[in-house]
């Protein structure tokens, strides 16, 4: 079976073939927190700060708990930091370096985390379907097509929550729980276990919370 070749030469300039697909689901993460922020009447040039300062951490965070685990020596480490075009991703590192930032800012602006959370949680659904088809043209692998349609199917799911006015953080606990499962199908266990039982972890600290607050509401109702 055909497939792209990993890396395409424009005018001398080699460009990584993924890295494309990763910059297109940027794009629409970007389009998305843009749209549905603009709906919740948030700032649309903070939006995109918080959008550029957490992708940037998330990369820098994702290289320093990479190194952490591959380097043996102080020279190697700041390399591996340094040199993001070379291959070494951690997820776990990715997705703390990505939310901290959003909650300083959203404590910073005095914005709900959990609407935020919500916003970037459609986003990156979008994101990782299209990031999914780079997996198709480079691995010629289809299985990835079903990939595709699942993340689609999150992307729904989430615009779906936010259409009935669910309460702020149940679209984020969801797109938690749905990715480890997903990407536990998809990519197996193996090196990411940590980072799957973190994104359930983190999925049921966040509904319970809600929850607890949901309820506390309710019965505040109640006894008035």
Not at 36 to 52: H, N, P
Not at 115 to 135: E, H, K, N, Q, W
Request: glycine fraction near 8%.
């Amino acid at each position: 079976m055909l497939s792209l070749p990993s890396q395409l030469n424009f005018f001398n300039i080699t460009i990584n073939t993924f890295g494309i697909f990763i910059f297109l689901g940027f794009l629409f993460l970007a389009f998305i927190v843009w749209k549905e922020g603009k709906k919740d009447g948030f700032d649309e040039e903070r939006l995109f700060d918080i959008l550029l300062t957490a992708s940037f951490l998330s990369v820098l965070f994702s290289r320093v708990f990479y190194a952490f685990g591959n380097s043996i020596t102080a020279s190697a480490f700041f390399n591996q930091v340094i040199k993001i075009w070379t291959v070494g991703f951690d997820p776990l590192g990715a997705l703390i370096g990505f939310l901290l930032p959003v909650l300083i800012f959203s404590k910073l602006w005095k914005w709900s985390f959990y609407r935020i959370a919500d916003i970037f949680s459609m986003g990156f659904a979008l994101a990782f379907s299209i990031v999914t088809l780079g997996f198709v043209g480079l691995q010629a692998n289809f299985n990835f097509l079903f990939a595709f349609a699942c993340w689609i199917f999150v992307f729904a799911l989430l615009s779906k929550i936010r259409g009935n006015k669910f309460r702020s953080g149940y679209g984020f606990c969801l797109f938690l729980l749905l990715n480890a499962g997903l990407g536990w199908y998809f990519f197996g266990a193996g090196e990411y276990l940590i980072f799957y039982v973190s994104l359930v972890t983190l999925g049921f600290i966040v509904f319970l919370f809600r929850w607890r607050i949901a309820n506390v509401s309710t019965t505040s109702r109640f006894i008035k």
